[in-house]
C-alpha cells in the first residue's frame, strides 16, 4: 500500500471513528490555538501540542477549520500561508445570535508547506493584516460557548478544528485532534519575539 492509500486509509479511519474518540486510546485531543498580534503588526494563529503528547517528525494533517470572531466592519489583507494551506471559505455577518460581529472561517486545504508540531512549542500557521486604522477585537471561536455555534440561524458550521495523523510513534498510528485555544483573544504582543520560520 503506497503512502497517498495509507493516508487515505487513516483519514477516513479518523473520521469514521472521531464520534468515539473519548474511547479510543489512539486519539489525543490535545491540540491548542492561540491568535496573536505580533512585533511586525501582523496577526498570527499558532498551533502547540498540549502537555500530555510529544509528536514525532512524521506527521500529517488532513483536515481543519480556524473560525475568527470580528467586529462586522471588520476587512484584512496580506494573507500568508505558513504551515498547511488555508483559505477563507465561509464568512457570516452581525448574525441574530451577536448582532455586532462577524465570523471568517479559514478552511485547511493541503498539508503544504507542512505543519510541523514540536513538542512544547508554538507554529505559527498564518498571519494577515489589518487596516492601519484598525482598534478592535479580534478572537478566536469558542467551540464551548460562542452564542453563534451550531445549530445556528445561518445553518453553517463555524469552529475551530486540526485531524493530524502521526506515523512516527512507539505506538503505531496516533491522531491528535484540536481541543481548546490556549489564548483565545489577540493580546499586544509586539514585544514577543515570533518565529514565523519553524
Known sequence: MNTFRTLTFCLLAFSATSAVSAQNSDF???????????????????????????????????????????????????????????????????PVEASDKSYISFGFVVDNPRIQLFPNEETLLFTFSTDG???????LFNNENDPFMTPNSYGSNPGNDLGVVDFGTQEGLVYYTYARNYSTEAEDMRTFAATASK
Not at 486604522?133 to 478572537?139: K, R
Request: glycine share 8%; proline share 4%; hydrophobic share 35%.
Open 28 to 94: 489525543k485531543n490535545s491540540l491548542e490555538f492561540k491568535i496573536q498580534l505580533l512585533s511586525d503588526n501582523t496577526y498570527g494563529v499558532f498551533v502547540q501540542p498540549d502537555h500530555s503528547i510529544s509528536p514525532s517528525g512524521k506527521t500529517q494533517t488532513g483536515s481543519g477549520q480556524v473560525t475568527l470572531v470580528v467586529p462586522t466592519n471588520f476587512t484584512y489583507s496580506n494573507f500568508k500561508n505558513l504551515a498547511g494551506t488555508w483559505i477563507e471559505n465561509a464568512r457570516v455577518n452581525a
Open 133 to 139: 486604522t484598525f482598534n478592535g477585537q479580534i478572537a
